[in-house]
């Protein structure tokens, strides 16, 4: 065998063995992916089998809490034990009249017996919600479907039609009602349905208190009329008045509809009254705030502030007005050094301890502001001259 032969030998012998790795790596290769497919799948399967024995599991503790609230599964058991404890809920809330009544019974698939029930009696607002906080209490499978509420002429007494729904579930073998309070009320007593409810308007709104706007602390001073007004909003834009609830001082009083406290202090000190705004909503709201009075020695009067001096400008004159550009030029010379000084209006300028500002040109003399000063000074007067106007910088800035 020559040489190049020994090298086709070989080549040929390399493509087999290339061949052979090849297929054999395939082979491992995809039976490691179905086996990971395999596993894939079945840990899919047991996902969805637990997810369906977990679903399950929380159905039957539902339908175990449907049975312990549910009626008796007997239909008859069931009419009588429910009526039972409608006729204690009536008597509960002490109303008028009671008549309880079952209506109807039907079945509903497999799963449960549907009972209908109609309570009929006279009741005050506040034995209504008696009655609602009872019933609404009980953990039993029950709603109310229907409830009419008629009014009596007198405003006292309502006409009530009530229609109840009540569930008795398949398998509840039992032969009494749950006692099992429900926990799906905002407040634990019927107390505090009474102070919201019953103490309303029944054909409108609930009245909302009025707040106070004005501030719990005010000042005054001795021997000075206090001048302090008390304020209210009321949310439902009723009328508000006040009242005086508590005070130790013999002089004040309170106007009841403009709320002005009326006092003229004898004393230094801090005082306290409690005030009351009263709303003339149905029923009356109100709201009280305690206002503390702190009366103080009058503060000592100011002198006035002392006129500026000018001196430092009484060399300074107005010596020429002109136009530039459509706009005017005020020349201001200061004869101590012979400076001259250019301005337009809104420039400031300084003259020793004299500071200026040039608010308004006019053709024959010149507004400037000095502080809380304004003078206008003529052509050829010096600005220590100027006539002061009355009313500072709001006057001069106000249109000619």
């Known amino acids: 065998m020559n040489r190049r032969e020994q090298i086709l030998a070989t080549l040929v012998g390399l493509l087999v063995v290339v061949t052979v790795l090849n297929f054999a790596l395939k082979r491992v290769f995809s039976q490691f992916s179905d086996r990971t497919d395999r596993i894939a799948t079945l840990e899919s399967d047991i996902q969805s089998?637990?997810?369906?024995?977990?679903?399950?599991?929380?159905?039957?503790?539902?339908?175990?809490?449907?049975?312990?609230?549910?009626?008796?599964?007997?239909?008859?058991?069931?009419?009588?034990?429910?009526?039972?404890?409608?006729?204690?809920?009536?008597?509960?809330?002490q109303v008028r009249g009671s008549n309880v009544s079952h209506t109807s019974w039907y079945p509903v698939a497999k799963s449960h017996g549907r009972h209908k029930f109609q309570v009929n009696c006279e009741a005050t607002l506040a034995q209504l919600v008696d009655l609602l906080f009872g019933f609404y209490s009980s953990d039993h499978l029950h709603r109310i479907v229907m409830l009419k509420a008629k009014a009596h002429p007198d405003g006292k007494l309502l006409t009530m039609n009530i229609t109840v729904e009540a569930i008795g579930m398949t398998g509840a073998e039992k032969d009494t009602l749950s006692d099992m309070p429900a926990q799906r009320l905002a407040f634990a007593q019927a107390d505090a349905y009474h102070e919201t409810i019953v103490g309303r308007n029944f054909y409108g709104p609930a009245n909302k208190p009025p707040h106070f706007t004005s501030s719990a602390s005010q000042q005054g001073y001795v021997q000075r009329p206090l001048s302090v007004t008390l304020q209210a909003e009321d949310p439902d834009k009723h009328a508000v008045r006040f009242r005086l609830d508590q005070c130790d001082i013999e002089e004040l009083s309170v106007d009841a509809g403009s709320g002005r406290i009326e006092w003229t202090p004898d004393r230094v000190g801090e005082f306290e009254i409690v005030v009351s705004a009263v709303d003339d909503g149905v029923p009356a709201k109100e709201t009280s705030q305690t206002v503390r009075l702190t009366i103080t020695?009058?503060?000592?009067?100011?002198?006035?502030?002392?006129?500026?001096?000018?001196?430092?400008?009484?060399?300074?004159?107005?010596?020429?007005?002109?136009?530039?550009?459509?706009?005017?030029?005020?020349?201001?010379?200061?004869?101590?050094?012979?400076?001259?000084?250019?301005?337009?209006?809104?420039?400031?300028?300084?003259?020793?301890?004299?500071?200026?500002?040039?608010?308004?040109?006019?053709?024959?003399?010149?507004?400037?502001?000095?502080?809380?000063?304004?003078?206008?000074?003529?052509?050829?007067?010096?600005?220590?001259?100027?006539?002061?106007?009355?009313g500072g910088p709001d006057v001069a800035a106000s249109p000619r």
């Open 49 to 93: 089998k637990e997810l369906i024995i977990h679903r399950g599991a929380v159905a039957e503790r539902v339908l175990k809490m449907y049975r312990e609230r549910s009626l008796p599964s007997d239909p008859d058991l069931a009419s009588s034990r429910y009526r039972e404890w409608l006729l204690k809920w009536t008597e509960g809330a």
């Open 297 to 390: 020695e009058p503060p000592p009067q100011e002198a006035p502030p002392p006129r500026r001096s000018f001196d430092e400008a009484k060399y300074t004159f107005v010596t020429g007005i002109v136009e530039i550009n459509g706009r005017r030029q005020v020349w201001l010379t200061v004869r101590t050094d012979g400076k001259w000084l250019r301005l337009f209006e809104g420039e400031t300028f300084q003259v020793g301890a004299f500071e200026g500002k040039i608010l308004k040109i006019h053709p024959r003399h010149v507004e400037i502001a000095s502080q809380d000063t304004v003078v206008s000074v003529r052509y050829g007067q010096s600005i220590s001259d100027g006539e002061e106007i009355e």
